[in-house]
């Protein structure tokens, strides 16, 4: 069980995948001119976390049955299950279907689908977390979240305005005060 940010109190989430995440968003740093368009960044880049969440939980399932299978056959740890290279290629293409439409070309270069993990990488986006809207100019948006992963840590997506859509243009990670540069 983690805490939320809630206009300031912390709010204990008892069920986290019934969390209202427009409710749990600090704004504290953005002048109220551009509050509004938080719902239109916030909302579609959590639904974009809970795809990738699902698609990692996924293929970590079908790893367990390719790995139970290997081990059936008798074949040897190190040893590439037979199906895993499809496994991937097939996570990669689900993968891109849900962050293409949502990022700029330049963060999709960085790459994306290359891992997946137990828990997935955005499993606080429904277990709770902190989360910060952050826009200072019409054409710039940075959404933060900050969860504990064995220590406290935080992505931050940075949105750009391209053409009249949002899209997340950067994704960092970090500890502490340092951020560095990911793939989405």
């Given at each position: 069980?983690f805490?939320?940010f ?6 204990v989430?008892?069920?986290?995948v019934?969390?209202?995440?427009e409710d ?8 109220e001119?551009?509050?509004k368009?938080k ?5 579609p880049?959590?639904e974009?976390l809970?795809k ?11 790893n ?15 040893q ?10 097939q996570?990669k ?5 849900v962050v293409?439409?949502?990022c700029?070309?330049?963060l ?13 990488q955005?499993?606080?986006?429904n277990?709770g977390?902190?989360?910060y809207?952050i ?10 979240t900050?969860f504990?992963?064995?220590?406290k840590?935080k992505h ?5 305005n391209?053409?009249g ?6 994704k960092?990670y ?9 793939g989405?």
């Amino acid at each position: 069980m983690f805490n939320i940010f809630k206009k300031k109190e912390k709010v204990v989430v008892e069920k986290p995948v019934q969390i209202k995440i427009e409710d749990c968003v600090d704004m504290s740093q953005t002048p109220e001119q551009y509050h509004k368009y938080k719902d239109e960044i916030v909302l579609p880049l959590v639904e974009v976390l809970r795809k990738i969440c699902v698609l990692e939980e996924n293929c970590m399932k079908q790893n367990e049955i390719l790995d139970a299978n290997k081990k059936k056959q008798g074949l040897p740890e190190s040893q590439v299950a037979d199906g895993w290279v499809e496994m991937m290629n097939q996570y990669k293409v689900d993968y891109g279907k849900v962050v293409e439409p949502i990022c700029t070309e330049k963060l999709l270069k960085r790459g994306y689908a290359g891992s997946y993990g137990q828990p997935a990488q955005y499993a606080y986006i429904n277990t709770g977390c902190e989360m910060y809207f952050i826009m200072k100019s019409s054409k710039k948006a940075i959404v933060e979240t900050h969860f504990p992963h064995g220590i406290k840590m935080k992505h931050q997506f940075v949105f750009r305005n391209v053409d009249g859509q949002w899209l997340i243009d950067e994704k960092k990670y970090g500890f502490d005060t340092d951020w560095h540069v990911a793939g989405i």
